[in-house]
T-cell receptor, first 114, second 114 residues
Framework: DAMVIQNPRYQVTQFGKPVTLSCSQTLNHNVMYWYQQKSSQAPKLLFH???????NEADTPDNFQSRRPNTSFCFLDIRSPGLGDAAMYLC?????????????FGQGTRLTVV | GESVGLHLPTLSVQEGDNSIINCAYSNSASDYFIWYKQESGKGPQFIID?????DKRQGQRVTVLLNKTVKHLSLQIAATQPGDSAVYFCAETDANNAGNMLTFGGGTRLMVKP
């Protein structure tokens, strides 16, 4: 059974048109992460929530925002997608941080910008 | 900055042979390591982890070896099967990192020849 669910699996958006990607989890984990993964590259952390505390990576562009309205859901908002934002976006969760930081990943949403 | 990296971008093995995927890390404070398997179009899937107080850990057909002296991690897959074909990432986190985020290495593509 899927524990980290991302919707949609594939998203096509127009250049400059805001888009939102969704993630939900059934694990009741405290931490939720968003990663960006470009072709043949490792996942790159954009930001994470520890409970309601939002933590942005220093090099994450302002174009990327996130919301976590409750424990189960987390959203990635791209305010003005550019061609360079085309990538796989991965949501992950972990029970805690540190030594219990094993992350469980969703299947990802592949974003195409046209 | 600190980084986690892999030596070989592509590894091709014959079905039934053993595979060894290597990973080097540079952060001496790293104390928890995970290997992930990512199949095409899917999110990373946890394979096995190891903590810095161990130098070897075995799972089903997989073994992870940790050499803290040279900051090297390897994943050994016994009797490699076609279903093992994927990209393998090592990831690390360190106890001194207040954010304790996973840092991913560059990935190795494993190709299994029938």
């Amino acid at each position: 059974d899927a524990m980290v669910i991302q919707n949609p699996r594939y998203q096509v958006t127009q250049f400059g048109k805001p888009v939102t990607l969704s993630c939900s989890q059934t694990l009741n984990h405290n931490v939720m992460y968003w990663y960006q993964q470009k072709s043949s590259q490792a996942p790159k952390l954009l930001f994470h929530y520890y409970d309601k505390d939002f933590n942005n990576e220093a090099d994450t562009p302002d174009n990327f925002q996130s919301r976590r309205p409750n424990t189960s859901f987390c959203f990635l908002d791209i305010r003005s997608p550019g061609l360079g934002d085309a990538a796989m976006y991965l949501c992950a969760t972990s029970r805690e941080k540190g030594r219990r930081a094993e992350a469980f990943f969703g299947q990802g949403t592949r974003l195409t910008v046209v | 900055g600190e980084s986690v990296g892999l030596h070989l971008p592509t590894l091709s093995v014959q079905e039934g042979d053993n595979s060894i995927i290597n990973c080097a890390y540079s952060n001496s404070a790293s104390d928890y390591f995970i290997w992930y398997k990512q199949e095409s179009g899917k999110g990373p899937q946890f394979i096995i982890d190891i903590r810095s107080n161990m130098d070897k850990r075995q799972g089903q057909r997989v073994t992870v070896l940790l050499n803290k002296t040279v900051k090297h991690l390897s994943l050994q897959i016994a009797a490699t099967q076609p279903g093992d074909s994927a990209v393998y990432f090592c990831a690390e986190t360190d106890a001194n990192n207040a954010g304790n985020m996973l840092t991913f290495g560059g990935g190795t593509r494993l190709m299994v020849k029938p």
